[in-house]
């Protein structure tokens, strides 16, 4: 039983645009919710996090924007650049445990 | 931010070889430490977590026997690939969290080993 679902698998999208990758989770003991950015060959990286506590939370070009109720929480890049293009993970964990991985979203961005 | 090292970053090894990957934290003391595979396209898939001191907790289905860790200490935990055969070729990526520095969840990664096995 998958508990985060991550959507869509792929996306395309210009320089400036904005990218939208989006995550549902089953358990609602989660209280932690990371987004990594992985490049080929390379470990992935924590790239923003929220907890259930707050609705939304930015950084720089990077914003979270969390619904506890339907229990969805979404990644959005805005200004999308080449160099943005990566693999996003949304993972979500209780506590200290361990954390459990969305399936990955490609994101290309075009120049 | 914390900073994790693996080693070695690539290896290639004989059907039936042992092989060690080191995880360390550079700059903190890591209570937990977590052993993911990762195969190409697809997500992370936690093996096994590991606390210092103590056995490692492993996922279901994977083989403890098969793969061996250990957590000597709070900066350094191994993964031993033992007898590898072609099909444990895969992307061997560890992470490590600290409850006394850093936000409780917040797991730092490694970059990852590349492990081939002919």
């Known amino acids: 039983q998958q508990q985060v679902k991550q959507s869509p698998q792929s996306l395309i999208v210009q320089k400036g645009g904005i990218s939208i990758i989006n995550c549902a989770y089953e358990?609602?003991?989660?209280?932690?919710f990371p987004w990594y950015q992985q490049f080929p060959g390379k470990g992935p990286a924590l790239l923003i996090a929220i907890r259930p506590d707050v609705s939304e939370k930015k950084e720089g070009r990077f914003t979270i924007s969390f619904n506890k109720s339907a229990k969805q929480f979404s990644l959005h890049i805005m200004d999308s650049q080449p160099g943005d293009s990566a693999t996003y993970f949304c993972a979500a964990s209780i506590s200290a445990g361990k954390s459990t991985f969305g399936d990955g979203t490609t994101l290309t961005v075009k120049p | 931010g914390a900073v994790v090292s693996q080693h070695p970053s690539w290896v290639i090894c004989k059907s039936g070889t042992s092989v060690k990957i080191e995880c360390r934290s550079l700059?903190?003391?890591?209570?937990?430490m977590f052993w993911y595979r990762q195969f190409p396209k697809q997500s992370l898939m936690l093996m096994a977590t590991?606390?210092?001191?103590?056995?490692?907790?492993?996922e279901q289905g994977v083989e403890k026997d098969k793969f061996l860790i250990n957590h000597a200490s709070l900066t350094l935990s191994t993964l031993t690939v033992t007898s590898a055969h072609p099909e444990d070729s895969s992307f061997y990526i560890c992470?490590?969290?600290?409850?006394?520095?850093?936000?409780?969840?917040?797991?730092?990664f490694g970059p990852g080993t590349r492990l081939t096995v002919l």
């Open positions: 358990n609602t003991a989660f209280d932690y």
């Open positions: 590991s606390n210092e001191g103590s056995k490692a907790t492993y």
């Open positions: 700059d903190f003391q890591a209570t937990t």
């Open positions: 992470s490590a969290t600290s409850f006394r520095d850093y936000s409780y969840n917040e797991q730092f």
